[in-house]
């Protein structure tokens, strides 16, 4: 059975770039990262990703708060 989304909580999503493609890892969730080369891609395949690793309904995935950081050489971008 899905879990009901929790409005008011923020997915932190650790993001680094590797050779023109860009990495995503949700640390709160075990199993949960992905990867695309554009940001809109990654964007969507990161809230896919979070929605299954946290067995949320399809309906809550479009509105999933995401915090993102953005790491390239070790460095938090924000």
Same mark, same amino acid.
């Given at each position: 059975?899905?879990?009901?989304?929790?409005?008011?909580?923020?997915? *932190?999503?650790?993001? *680094?770039?590797?050779?023109?493609?860009?990495?995503?890892?949700?640390?709160?969730?075990?199993?949960?990262?992905?990867?695309?080369? *554009?940001?809109?891609?990654?964007?969507?395949?990161?809230?896919?990703?979070?929605?299954?690793?946290?067995?949320?309904?399809?309906?809550?995935?479009?509105?999933?708060?995401?915090?993102?950081?953005?790491?390239?050489?070790?460095?938090?971008?924000?």
């Amino acid at each position: 059975m899905a879990k009901p989304a929790m409005p008011n909580h923020a997915y *932190t999503v650790v993001v *680094t770039r590797e050779n023109g493609t860009r990495l995503a890892d949700v640390p709160e969730l075990q199993g949960a990262h992905t990867y695309a080369r *554009t940001l809109p891609e990654l964007d969507q395949y990161v809230r896919e990703v979070i929605g299954l690793a946290a067995d949320l309904p399809e309906e809550a995935v479009p509105d999933l708060r995401v915090d993102y950081e953005h790491r390239e050489s070790g460095l938090v971008i924000n």
